[in-house]
């Protein structure tokens, strides 16, 4: 449990021209090559235009909230999205339309069946938007906002997530909208239910589009870490999204992103995730990383075996799991070292004191400095409210302190 | 959403006898008075004994990870601890038995069923250890390792949570014993497939006597915040259970520790929780505290109207989403500032390199400061094996860096 | 239990213009009376249409497999026949494309669901054709043999169960199909299982059309009567349906006529029925009579409320359930003496004995009268078995027995 | 279609000591020789002991309502009647409690789910009482009124209908109560909604007990022929159970007794009838015959494979579906020549109704002679009543017809 105090290690001479990659990249390389002699699972096919994919194409990409990108393998070869969309469409409609119309028309409970299951909740709305008849019913809310603009607009939003224009494979739109006779089905259900109140033919082709868009690894990685990164794209640095949207879009991910198999996966891996029949998943890492895998073999969840694989790979090799967060309860121990040393030199430290008291008399500065969580800051209220200065005004100093502004506000207004 | 950089306050005259609670009390204090007043919901009246609760008790606990415990009413009214202990009692089993015996018997998908639904899944174990077939499996798993002994393990072990010894309601524990028809039920088709090996009856007596455990407001927050504080009972300082155990809990918890409004609860608090018909909910964010509620008074799905309130209360007030990690994306950016900074000082800055160099003429010194996560620390790996130091010996002193030790050697051991 | 011997009855004088009707046209009297005052239940909303129909609108028709029939209140009044057709097209279906290609598409399982359910079997079937996904794929079977004149193949078809060409209420079609998502959302999922291979809008443009069939109560009793008459018409005497296909017809009716009010209606009533949302009941026992009833009024499963009461009357007051078969046991008794006194008195009486075999020296005639069915054919066959004649030849004359042709080869083929 | 005029058969001669059996031991026969090499299926094995049955037994019994018993194979061999009780003690329950009390604790609707499925209706009920919570349901009843009795006033009930004392076998007994885990879950299901008010481990002593009874073939088909002769064992003449008692026990039969088999049952096969996982199978065809099979391998409805071969035989080769009533067709029209023509005879022959006139110059004799049914007696009715005689006293002499009392009374009343 306890971190290492030093390492040191013995650095390999630097060879001309060689040098070692970064951890990840490394990591990707090591996964690529032991995950892409499993050829087990079947293409999708169930829109015969899938059933062309190369079933060895294997990529992988992730992208860092600061903006680096790493990849490995088939990374920039364009598949469709398919299902990935729904997490971006979804995000789309609460921007565009607002939770209390979104959630009117559709649940956030995880469903427990298949993704193409037209089964509805007791009170006949899809069960979330994760699940086809969720995602046809958000099509739906965007058809009747937008008209004929609608597709457009999502496409153009999908490519904000991406930071580049994305295309369409007319082909696979194609055959999707002429064999897509279940959803056909979901949308006809819906309108019964007036989930949807437009024409249901023209949501439909809106929903197939959006499922048609090209992508590829690399572009499913900066779109998961735009969610990861609040709504802010790391490349082209465009708020694409509210972050109050993506706090939601990343819950329904939690709960329903991986369908039937949602509970193991966030027991395994922890983190939020949405697969699709094309072959992509994408898993969005709050404030860290964006992954985007692309393996057209599925395993009979309709889940990228390949994909699956690199996940947990990747969560139980860095310890990735979001409830698993032992980082933060050494940030809190290094904060409460970091914060207090400082503020209690600020406070305690007899020259520094003293200087501030000689300067200003009447006035008492504190200095924050380190990661500030919900936790350590009411550590700090406590401390500052058991050893309340005399000096009338205070002054807190958050320049070096990362903290949102609701937590400061609701934690400080009435110290 | 940018962070304030310099707050004043003004402060009040420090009045005599008269000193601001920290804001965490505060926000008790207030919440108390907001919902106390509410007196929907019922009394569970399943087991005769629980009708003679006062339905208008109200207490609540925060205990922090540093060991402070807030508490507003009456948190030190004891009652029947009854749901609330399976969270624990898997935990419990996960450490006593091995993650694959536990598992083997017990699923950890979410049912989308009422907690007492007899439904098991396709290949006949419980959905998970949240309902009380998966928690009668628990107990039947630890009745058949201890025999005899297990009710008493079970309640030294939530009393090491708690960090004190616990009672038990013998009137509750017959009256649940005397008209547990449907637990019985449970109890005997999971021995029909052998979910359950051992004496039916002796195992219904440990799960009746278990969820007759007294505890208060005050033990379930200290026992949410062992779960937050990665297994450390934040008073005593014992380690209760692993790590690794916790997250599993936490895990299922978040998918399914409120039953058929598990995904609400994901989607609108994001703080995995635990309830129970006693009238207790916990709620544990990882890292920062634990939340005990008591009140009796129950909403359709057996949650305490009172508690939800206030978790979701709380939730909201302070941002405490587990998905909404804003704290974290500022993370990045001042832990770039503060470890590149002070990395960079040390790589960068003349005088200190020199010095190094001076001194160590081949040992280069990297000294890192800050809250470091997964992605930050892939940020300091890029930044060293791109500015790879021509010294054949690195040391990376990490002794102010909270990090997982998993995390520091995937990460660092191919730089 | 005896049947009474001898019952006199003291006549009224015959009083002029008077005369008491039949025992049946009195019970519909009276229950008219009775009935009509009971407006409890709602019309059908889900097609605009039909919420225009008159609630107070009341007609019963009874016809006989003699061709008799009897009528009282709005029994000449036009409503569209509605669900009431599932089982007149089922049984075309059958007709038309033999029994193995309809059951390949459709179940015959009571699905324990209402009318107009989506759900379909495991092999992803509709559950029986009685539900509306059974009766679309029914409607599509058909379609895809007649193509563009499948409609007016089923509407001449119905014509000739009720006697005369039935019209369609062009207002009530195009309500249907305006509004009708849910059947087009069964449609769709019909086709994406390839249960339905053609048009989708075509199909449910026939299926739509054969519900907006206008049909009278009394039109209703002389369908049902063709049904209870082994598929002759008892007006025209036109055999307009085999009797293999009526038989299982009537057993599908059986299992799932009233939806997930089957089991308690074969409970209670025991006569295999159907009913419609436009108001319509049909009731068909088997060798006996048919019965229609209308009355737009429904209840929670959407059947005719007063419609309901009725069937309830009649099969209670009359002792009708098939399988209180009262009448058979006795038919026995009565067959034994009647047969066998006819029978043994060829056999036994020395002077007809004699008279026989004076003419007939090697001949053995047996002529048998009366009743005969399975049960008592099989006593004839031990008698003579058993009392083998010495007579080289035997006469078994059935000029004046009932017995299916099946049951007189399988029973006598080798006496 | 049309029935044989006249057959003639050249009978072969008498050889010395051989006679042709019967057709149905004939059909018993050869169905025995054909369906014996059918080893598909397999033995129960959820009861350890059943595993120890001999797979190879086959037994097959016939009786008729008049007492003839037919066997073939090994219908003497004795077994344990499992859910073939149910129908007996669901009969025994209604004659004992009345319906009121045991319907307003069981459902009488088919649940689609195997026989031991836990789910119970929206209210809480069992189903119907051919799965296993029903007929713990019907046992718990019974046990509430008779106590410590319970279980032998079942056993003499049982061999009332069997027509002779019943053993257990107490291995199997044994073997039940030590293994009976799910229905033991059941019991204490049923007992959580008060369906079942006892005692539940005595409730599941005399479940497990009944199902431990001992039978032959031949004792199934001479109960089965005491419901197919309205109660009234057709060995021993006794009135074992009422008439209504048996109507009510069919209906649940022929809905419900094959479990998801049902209607598929219902369609192929269309007699009433209920298996057990010993290897038995009864069916009762009201009026006609009642069969009994035994032969212990099962298919995955828990039926034994060869009786449902030899059931399907049965009804396909003698034509005995229930709703396929031809003969009653048939029965109508010599009804109609037979009654009419004799009661014609007396009304219109001149000598005889002269006879009648010179003798009884006020009254009117009519005789009416062959089976007359419901659809009959009408006709008969209406001819009266368009025939009306001038004499005031009309002698109707039913002592040939065979009619129930109630249809007498119904239709007679008002002429």
């Not at 509210?242 to 992103?257: I, Q």
């Not at 996940?311 to 207090?340: G, K, Q």
Request: hydrophobic fraction near 40%.
């Amino acid at each position: 449990m306890n971190a290492p105090a030093i390492l040191d290690y013995r650095l390999q001479p630097r060879s001309a021209g060689y040098n070692n990659p970064p951890p990840l990249q490394q990591f990707l390389n090591r996964s690529y090559e032991q995950f892409k002699s499993d050829d087990s699972g079947q293409l999708a096919d169930y829109i015969p235009e899938l059933t062309r994919a190369d079933p060895n194409h294997f990529g992988v990409s992730i992208a860092t909230i600061d903006g680096h990108v790493y990849e490995v393998g088939d990374s920039a070869v364009p598949f469709t999205i398919q299902s990935v969309s729904k997490a971006f469409v979804f995000a789309y409609a609460l921007e565009l339309l607002g939770v209390d119309t979104v959630e009117a028309a559709i649940g956030v409970e995880p469903s427990g069946e298949a993704f193409n299951s037209i089964r509805l909740t007791a009170d006949n709305r899809p069960f979330n938007p994760m699940v086809n008849a969720g995602a046809i019913a958000c099509s739906g809310l965007i058809y009747q906002a937008k008209r004929g603009a609608a597709f457009e607009s999502i496409r153009d939003m999908l490519g904000r997530f991406a930071g580049r224009e994305l295309g369409v494979d007319e082909a696979v739109y194609c055959s999707e909208r002429d064999t897509g006779d279940r959803n056909r089905a979901i949308g006809w259900l819906l309108r019964n239910y007036s989930v949807i109140r437009g024409d249901v033919d023209q949501v439909l082709n809106v929903y197939f589009r959006q499922c048609a868009v090209l992508v590829t690894a690399r572009d499913l990685a900066v779109m998961a870490a735009t969610l990861a990164n609040r709504g802010v794209n790391p490349i082209t640095g465009e708020q694409v999204i509210s972050p109050y949207v993506v706090a939601r879009t990343l819950s329904v991910m939690t709960s329903s992103g991986m369908y039937d198999y949602a509970g193991e996966w966030t027991y395994r891996v922890g983190i939020p995730a949405k697969s699709g029949v094309g072959g992509g998943i994408i898993a969005a890492l709050p404030s860290q990383i964006g992954l985007g895998t692309f393996s057209p073999r599925l395993d009979e969840h309709g889940n990228s075996v390949r994909g699956l694989k690199l996940c947990e790979a990747l969560s139980s090799r860095f310890d990735l799991h979001i409830l698993n967060r032992s980082a933060d309860v050494r940030t809190c121990i290094i904060a409460d070292y970091d914060i207090l040393s400082i503020s209690s030199r600020r406070i305690r430290q007899p020259h520094e004191q003293r200087l501030l008291e000689t300067h200003h008399d009447d006035i008492r500065i504190v200095e924050l400095v380190g990661a500030l969580n919900f936790a350590n800051m009411d550590y700090v209220a406590r401390r500052l409210a058991s050893d309340r200065p005399n000096a009338p005004l205070l002054i807190l100093d958050f320049r070096r302190v990362p903290i949102s502004p609701r937590q400061v506000h609701a934690c400080l207004e009435r110290i």
